[in-house]
């Protein structure tokens, strides 16, 4: 029988209980744990003048909490904690090992951003309980393209070169990420509607590991399923560079996997134990499909979306599996070409970058994929990752 403390988002099913044995006692409370640290800093913060405490954490990441007399020498405690806690670097954290998984994924260019948009984004939907804070932020639709661009900017920064470096730029991202998350749970909490019996706490310790697992397996196991080839040293790289990325944005030692095979265990037993789909489920992907497509089009532009969305359902599909497509409402389209034409890419694009003589080559092509994709994402409006100061309320 089932904990009655355990949240009732997780499912402990008997074919769970079979695959997973009493691992699932151990990651069940992880739902209701969150992260104390990034949690002062947002209470710290609120006690300012607006925008006061974001500047500081920008000052603080530019040029490190000071005890003399400089511009931080009043930071306050909280932060100078969390700098404490992200300015130091496990003993596990294996640089070459961060940056060469960061590489594997840059060089695959747009193969990596349709998976990152049609399998690692809407997997995160498909959680019926670690969706909510995010469907609390309300404005689903109009909100979902800016929200692509974003989180590409992150993905495309931790994965540079030394992006990951006290001084890199994917640092500062997931720093602010951080925090951005304990300010979401700060104001879900103050909405007084939130149900921490029925889905655990918001952005808990649970559903942020899982996130870095759907950028790290979830786009390695799409990968697969089109045919792009990737040694399994490069998936072990790909998986320690979000390992170091799960840790400087709050996760647990205990809970952030150690290897590739111990980070696809993981994610299996989350899906094993997350319930079906809801219907904020298909509302956001739903937005996530059809919310780039402008009212004010031409009829040109409109059919030109269409057919780009009529792809991009086909590839979805293909790579979640029919019954989870039919689950999130993923609608059935006819781009049948789309799918084989995408595999026979994969395939010769996974041949070329494995010769050395291109691989460089392949590498700035992705890069540029990415500069470009985010530019267009954003659509020139900079993303600075600051907390939000409130909601503009449940839109469902």
């Given at each position: 029988?089932?904990?009655?403390?355990?949240?009732?988002?997780?499912?402990?099913?008997?074919?769970?209980?079979?695959?997973?044995?009493?691992?699932?006692?151990?990651?069940?409370?992880?739902?209701?744990?969150?992260?104390?640290?990034?949690?002062?800093?947002?209470e710290?913060?609120?006690?300012?003048?607006?925008?006061?405490?974001?500047?500081?954490?920008?000052?603080?990441?530019?040029?490190?909490?000071?005890d003399?007399?400089?511009?931080?020498?009043?930071?306050?405690?909280?932060?100078?904690?969390?700098?404490?806690?992200?300015?130091?670097?496990?003993?596990?954290?294996?640089?070459?090992?961060?940056?060469?998984?960061?590489?594997?994924?840059l060089?695959?260019?747009?193969?990596?951003?349709?998976?990152?948009?049609?399998?690692?984004?809407?997997?995160?939907?498909?959680?019926?309980?670690?969706?909510?804070?995010?469907?609390?932020?309300?404005?689903?639709?109009?909100?979902?393209?800016?929200?692509?661009?974003?989180?590409?900017?992150?993905?495309?920064?931790?994965?540079?070169?030394?992006?990951?470096?006290?001084?890199?730029?994917?640092?500062?991202?997931?720093?602010?990420?951080?925090?951005?998350?304990?300010?979401?749970?700060?104001?879900?909490?103050?909405?007084?509607?939130?149900?921490?019996?029925?889905?655990?706490?918001?952005?808990?310790?649970?559903?942020?590991?899982?996130?870095?697992?759907?950028?790290?397996?979830?786009?390695?196991?799409?990968?697969?399923?089109?045919?792009?080839?990737?040694?399994?040293?490069?998936?072990?790289?790909?998986?320690?560079?979000?390992?170091?990325?799960?840790?400087?944005?709050?996760?647990?030692?205990?809970?952030?996997?150690?290897?590739?095979?111990?980070?696809?265990?993981l994610?299996?037993?989350?899906?094993?134990?997350?319930?079906?789909?809801?219907?904020?489920?298909?509302?956001?992907?739903?937005?996530?499909?059809?919310?780039?497509?402008?009212?004010?089009?031409?009829?040109?532009?409109?059919?030109?979306?269409?057919?780009l969305?009529?792809?991009?359902?086909?590839?979805?599909?293909?790579?979640?599996?029919e019954?989870?497509?039919?689950?999130?409402?993923?609608?059935?389209?006819?781009s049948?070409?789309?799918?084989?034409?995408?595999?026979?890419?994969?395939?010769?694009?996974?041949?070329?970058?494995?010769?050395?003589?291109?691989?460089?080559?392949?590498?700035?092509l992705?890069?540029?994929?990415?500069?470009?994709?985010?530019?267009?994402?954003?659509?020139?409006?900079?993303?600075?990752?600051?907390?939000?100061?409130?909601?503009?309320?449940?839109?469902?």
């Open positions: 029988m089932k904990n009655a403390t355990i949240p009732a988002r997780f499912q402990d099913t008997a074919d769970a209980r079979r695959r997973f044995g009493d691992q699932l006692d151990r990651l069940a409370p992880f739902l209701l744990r969150v992260d104390p640290v990034a949690d002062a800093v947002v710290a913060f609120a006690s300012m003048p607006s925008g006061q405490g974001f500047r500081l954490l920008e000052a603080a990441l530019a040029r490190g909490v000071v003399d007399d400089g511009a931080l020498a009043q930071a306050p405690a909280e932060l100078r904690a969390l700098f404490a806690a992200v300015d130091h670097v496990p003993l596990w954290v294996d640089w070459e090992a961060v940056n060469r998984g960061g590489t594997t994924f060089r695959t260019g747009m193969l990596g951003g349709i998976l990152l948009a049609m399998q690692s984004l809407i997997l995160g939907y498909a959680s019926p309980g670690g969706n909510k804070p995010l469907v609390f932020s309300g404005r689903l639709r109009e909100q979902a393209p800016r929200r692509l661009g974003e989180t590409s900017r992150f993905v495309h920064a931790v994965s540079q070169v030394n992006g990951m470096r006290r001084s890199g730029e994917g640092f500062a991202i997931t720093v602010k990420v951080r925090i951005m998350h304990a300010q979401v749970r700060r104001l879900v909490r103050a909405s007084g509607r939130w149900q921490t019996a029925l889905w655990g706490e918001p952005v808990n310790q649970h559903d942020m590991v899982a996130t870095a697992l759907l950028f790290s397996v979830a786009v390695l196991d799409g990968f697969d399923k089109l045919g792009y080839h990737i040694p399994l040293a490069q998936k072990e790289d790909l998986v320690h560079l979000w390992r170091y990325v799960a840790h400087v944005i709050g996760v647990e030692q205990e809970l952030i996997p150690g290897s590739y095979a111990e980070a696809r265990r994610a299996e037993m989350i899906f094993a134990t997350q319930g079906a789909p809801d219907n904020d489920s298909r509302l956001l992907v739903d937005a996530l499909i059809s919310g780039g497509i402008g009212s004010g089009w031409n009829e040109s532009q409109r059919r030109r979306a269409e057919q969305r009529s792809i991009f359902c086909t590839i979805s599909r293909a790579v979640l599996g019954e989870l497509a039919d689950q999130l409402g993923v609608p059935r389209q006819s049948i070409l789309a799918v084989p034409l995408l595999r026979a890419v994969a395939v010769a694009s996974s041949r070329a970058h494995a010769m050395p003589s291109l691989q460089d080559f392949a590498l700035d992705g890069d540029r994929y990415w500069q470009r994709s985010v530019a267009i994402a954003l659509g020139g409006r900079p993303a600075d990752f600051a907390p939000p100061e409130g909601f503009v309320g449940r839109q469902t």
